[in-house]
């Protein structure tokens, strides 16, 4: 992997593959840059690819002590941008990438992209009073500092519970039947450290980016699960009506990561958008 350095010595991974207008990939929270691998041969022959593991992520350990939050993402985001002269690119951001996408659009603003990709993500997690569109329709402030307290106490089954206990009857399945890829997702993330994720977590969970949405004058592509986790798609459509001529897709019977249930679709999608399709 390549790598740069932010501001505060951070050492950011990332690969760089590809030839084209740039595209950025910004994957979800406990995942890496690997998430993109199965659509690298198609977005590589047409775009500059740049995919990197979030700070904390991808089993690299910290360098500073700045903490992880989302706000600090925003503007590592900030910083690849202009590190590497990507002016114009689109950014594709699925889960905590979109949370981070949408923090840049607050801090930064979207004078150097030209197109936005969010993939099932609410712009609240937490639920309360007259927002009923974070995760599972009902995760409150109490239950997320349950969750919080139960990835203190083991974070690889607190993670693997709050995807389980979800909407999606899978994904419930797989974790009752505890095949071999959950009990090497349990592995995978049993080796991360955990204090810096539980960080990251905190501030994914406080942050609330409705205001954000209105904003957006981009051409914007939503894909969300039509059998999410964590999301009804009254959510997905609050997302589509609030962004003004953003373009939604609904990938049926699919989970939290739409894209990678249903990859050829996904890369069709994603390369007509950024050729030129507008967002109508």
């Not at 360098?63 to 910083?79: F, G, I, K, N, W």
């Not at 209105?214 to 459509?237: E, M, Q, R, W």
Request: glycine fraction near 8%; charge should be negative.
């Amino acid at each position: 992997m390549d790598h740069f350095t932010t501001d505060d010595g951070e050492r950011i991974h990332l690969t760089i593959t590809g030839d084209g207008p740039p595209l950025i990939l910004l994957h979800g929270w406990t995942a890496s840059h690997r998430d993109w691998h199965p659509f690298m041969d198609d977005f590589n022959a047409r775009h500059r690819v740049f995919r990197w593991d979030a700070r904390a992520h991808g089993g690299h350990a910290l360098r500073s002590a700045t903490p992880v939050t989302v706000e600090r993402m925003a503007q590592d985001l900030a910083q690849l941008i202009e590190r590497y002269a990507l002016d114009g690119a689109t950014v594709v951001g699925h889960s905590m990438g979109a949370l981070t996408l949408w923090q840049y659009l607050r801090d930064v603003g979207a004078a150097r992209l030209s197109r936005l990709v969010f993939i099932d993500q609410s712009p609240r997690l937490l639920t309360g009073p007259g927002w009923a569109k974070g995760i599972y329709g009902d995760f409150d402030a109490a239950r997320n500092a349950a969750f919080m307290r139960d990835l203190k106490a083991d974070f690889a089954e607190a993670v693997l519970r709050l995807v389980a206990d979800g909407h999606n009857p899978a994904a419930r399945l797989r974790y009752a039947e505890n095949g071999e890829a959950m009990q090497s997702a349990r592995r995978r993330l049993a080796s991360f450290a955990a204090g810096p994720l539980i960080d990251c977590w905190a501030s994914l969970a406080a942050a609330d980016y409705r205001d954000v949405l209105k904003t957006i004058t981009l051409p914007t592509l939503l894909i969300y699960g039509g059998a999410s986790n964590f999301y009804g798609t009254d959510v997905a459509h609050h997302v589509r009506d609030s962004i003004p001529n953003a373009l939604l897709h609904i990938y049926d019977d699919v989970d939290h990561a739409p894209h990678l249930w249903q990859r050829e679709r996904f890369v069709g999608d994603v390369l007509a958008f950024v050729g030129g399709a507008s967002a109508q």
